[in-house]
Structure formats: structure tokens, C-alpha cells
């Protein structure tokens, strides 16, 4: 909504009200329903993208889903003054961390992948309040530059979902554009639940017309268990390459930075102070996520955007329909048999829907760089140059070829390479030396 937009237009602001046991469990459930294929598609595309077979890609999935039901426990309800924002607020598997760990993955080894991420969930615990008195360092032009890099990183990734390694075919390419535009009729028509739900529902409709279709195998489901209990260490002891354990910080800054966000929207949201110690609690729940998941072969999670958006909508801010939310989350995680239907999804499926959901990571990035004032030529310079910085893997991947492992590592990935030219040239720009006087026009 515009600044200038007439009071009665505005959405009433939300309140943190006891609600009725069914409408707290309603509410609950209606934050899982609009976050859970976002935190699912994190394991999907990490599992695509590094060859891993659908049984793992199923644990993988459950391990992230009990996680993200564990912080977000963390979040709503706190340990204390310690830990967790006490806000209802979601956490999901962050899409900042897919990249770095693919390219950590191929360079080490998939237990590099998850010792990088413990000793930067530690980090993360350890800085987390810090972090909250330097956030002049990261303005709207370095935090929108990363998380437009994140969106743009991912794109062909979903490519390589949707047509898994085969020719583009009319019937894949037919029933990966038909999800599509089912997501935009929803969210451009639909009304609250449904429109939040776009997703969802369009990746269950788009499923149901590949297994008609043959385009979908099931056959694994029918033999997975009903419960089972997370698998630590599944790809054995963790080691820890210091180039991995850079380019994780670095990726936990990142997530710092959007959860900060999130959370200073929240509390304007609720019309709650803006408290250091309590977004130090959040953040700090977000180091512990990526601590747990390094042992239970997970992924960091950090609070998700589309949560924040429903508080707003529905008008309910109660932090107990959250920790139900989390309690749904974590029994999803315990139930194989749910991670091996999301491991079955069809390609074309879930690649046309993380198509979507990492445009709109790019969109939101685009969105924050709106608020950089562009006339000061220094910050279109800081933009650029990482953008351009950012585009280089992408675009000419096999120019680090030749480089050593950690100048690959950390500044071979897309959003690593982002985030330290944006925040290099904003602090040389911006804090350690003089601003330039405008030139007169």
C-alpha cells in the first residue's frame, strides 16, 4: 500500500488476541499452507542440482520441514530473553544458502556443505547482537542488490528442474506453462487464503495432471515409513574448508539482513517498539537453525517474507496460532512418507513453481533497490558494479576454473560475490570517506 493511500483503505492493524483453540489451529495451519513449498523447494533444488537420488532428496526434505517447525517454535514463544524474536513470525529454509553450498558441495564434498554451515550458525549466534548496532552498513542498496542476486542466481536452476537434463518437449513445456499461469490467475484474482495459497494449489493441480499424464512416479511413496526419526550426519563427520566456512558467513549475513527486515516489518506491523534485544533474540534463532541443521543434515532457515504478509492481511498476530504452525511443521517432519511424496513431484512441476517463487526473490530485490536515491552517482556505482560482479558466475561460470578452491568458493558464487562488492564500496563510499557534493544540474 502507497504512503499517500487514504486511511480508511488501510487493513486494520493486527492484534495479538487469545483466539479460540479451532481458530488458533485454523490460523496455524493457514501459515504452513502458505509457506511450505517455498521451505520445500530448498532440498529440491539442492538435491537436484548435486545429483542426489530421491531417497535422499526425501530425507533431506524432512529434515528441513523439522527445523523450520523447531525455530519457528523458537520464534513465537522464545527461551527466555536468550533466544527468539517472541513475534509471529515464520522460519523457512532460505534460498541465500542453495548456491554457496552446491558450489561447496562439488569443490569438498557434502559433508563440507554441512560442517561450513555449523561453524557459521556459531558464528551467527555470536554476532547476532552486534549485528543489530551495524545495520547503517547494510542499506536498502546493499540488502536489495543480494537478494535480487539470489532470485537471478536460482532462475536457471528451475530451468534445469523442469526439464531434467532431457530436450524440451511440448508436453513438459505445456504442463510447466499451464502451472504458471494457474499461480498468476490465482494470486491476480483469488481472495485471502486461496490467493495466498497460489502455489500450492497450482503445484497440486499441475501433479495431478502429470500422473495422469504419465509424467509422475509415485511408485516410492507406498514403501517409505509413516514415521521416522531425523538422521544425523547423513553424509558422515562434518569436515570444515575454510574457504566453506567464509562463504557460509558471508550467506548468514545475508540471511541476517532479511530477517531484519522482516522483523522491523512485524513490529511496524503490530505497532510493537522496535526493540535491539529482541531482533538480537530472532537473529540468534537464525544462527542456532543453521547449528541444528548442520548435525540433522538441514538447511539455514531465516523468517519468511510471505508470513509476515498474512499477519498483515488477516489481522491476527497471535504468536500461538504460530507455534502451532512450527508443532505442524516439525510432525510433517517426522513422517517420511510426506518427504517422499515432495521428492516425487515431477520436474516440470516443481521446476515452473520455483521458477515463479525466485522471480518474485528477485522482484522483492528489485522492490528495495526502489528506495536507493540513484541521483547520487556513488550508489548507482555500488549497484552496478555488484550486480555485474554477481552476473559473473552465471554468466561465465568456467572463468574460475583455474582459480584456487576458496577464490571459487567465495567469490565464484553469485550472491557471495554481490554482498562483498555492494558492502566493500558502500563502506568505502558511504563511511570512510567524504561524500561528494552534488553537482549541480
Known amino acids: 500500500m502507497s504512503a499517500d493511500a487514504a486511511p480508511t483503505e488501510s487493513p486494520p492493524r493486527p492484534v495479538a488476541a487469545r483466539l479460540p483453540f479451532w481458530r488458533t489451529a485454523l490460523f496455524g495451519v493457514q ?28 530425507t533431506l526434505v524432512n529434515a528441513d520441514l523439522l527445523v523450520a517447525g523447531i525455530i519457528t517454535v523458537v520464534q513465537a514463544l522464545g527461551i527466555g530473553s536468550l533466544l527468539g524474536a517472541r513475534m509471529p513470525v515464520v522460519a523457512g529454509a532460505s534460498f541465500t544458502a542453495v548456491t554457496p553450498m552446491i558450489l561447496i558441495g562439488q569443490e569438498y564434498g557434502l559433508s563440507a556443505v554441512y560442517g561450513a554451515m555449523i561453524a557459521a550458525g556459531v558464528f551467527g549466534v555470536l554476532v547476532a547482537v552486534p549485528f543489530t548496532r551495524l545495520l547503517r552498513f547494510f542499506p536498502p542498496m546493499v540488502r536489495g542488490a543480494a537478494v535480487t542476486m539470489i532470485g537471478l542466481s536460482l532462475i536457471g536452476k528451475a530451468v534445469s528442474m523442469t526439464f531434467e537434463g532431457e530436450p524440451a518437449s511440448g508436453a513438459r513445456l505445456a504442463l510447466a506453462a499451464g502451472v504458471v499461469v494457474t499461480i498468476v490467475a490465482l494470486m491476480r484474482y483469488g481472495r485471502g487464503v486461496v490467493a495466498q495459497s497460489a502455489v500450492l494449489i497450482a503445484l497440486v493441480l499441475g501433479t495431478l495432471v502429470a500422473a495422469a499424464c504419465s509424467m509422475a512416479d509415485f511408485g516410492a511413496v507406498g514403501s517409505a515409513a509413516w514415521l521416522g526419526l531425523p538422521n544425523p550426519f547423513l553424509f558422515g563427520a562434518p569436515t570444515f574448508p575454510i574457504a566453506g566456512i567464509v562463504a557460509m ?3 548468514m549475513l545475508v540471511i541476517f539482513i532479511e530477517s531484519t527486515a522482516y522483523l522491523m516489518s512485524t513490529a511496524e506491523t503490530i505497532g510493537m517498539p522496535a526493540e535491539p534485544r529482541r531482533f538480537a533474540g530472532g537473529l540468534g534463532a537464525d544462527g542456532v537453525s543453521a547449528v541444528l541443521a548442520g548435525f540433522l543434515t538441514s538447511f539455514p532457515d531465516t523468517i519468511f517474507a510471505q508470513n509476515v504478509s498474512l499477519v498483515r492481511m488477516t489481522g ?3 504468536r500461538a496460532a504460530v507455534a502451532v504452525a512450527g508443532a505442524l511443521l516439525v510432525t510433517l517432519g517426522l513422517v517420511p512418507k510426506m518427504g517422499e511424496v515432495v521428492a516425487s513431484l515431477p520436474g516440470p512441476v516443481i521446476g515452473s513453481v520455483s521458477l515463479v517463487m525466485f522471480a518474485t526473490v528477485a522482484g522483492v530485490g528489485i522492490a528495495t533497490l526502489a528506495k536507493v536515491d540513484f541521483a547520487r552517482n556513488d550508489n548507482l556505482l555500488v549497484v552496478s558494479l555488484a550486480m555485474g ?11 574460475y576454473d583455474s582459480m584456487p578452491s576458496s577464490v571459487k568458493i567465495i567469490a565464484g558464487g553469485a550472491i557471495t560475490s554481490t554482498v562483498l562488492v555492494a558492502f566493500t564500496l558502500n563502506l568505502l563510499f558511504n563511511h570512510l570517506t567524504p561524500a561528494r557534493k552534488a553537482e549541480p544540474a
Open 249 to 251: 558467513c558471508l550467506v
Open 316 to 318: 491476527v498476530a497471535s
Open 389 to 399: 560482479a554477481g552476473m559473473i558466475p552465471i554468466v561465465a561460470p568456467e572463468l
Open 31 to 58: 501459515h504452513v499452507l502458505v509457506m511450505y513449498t517455498g521451505c520445500v523447494a530448498v532440498p529440491l533444488v539442492f538435491g537436484a542440482a548435486l545429483g542426489l537420488d530421491q531417497s535422499t532428496i526425501a
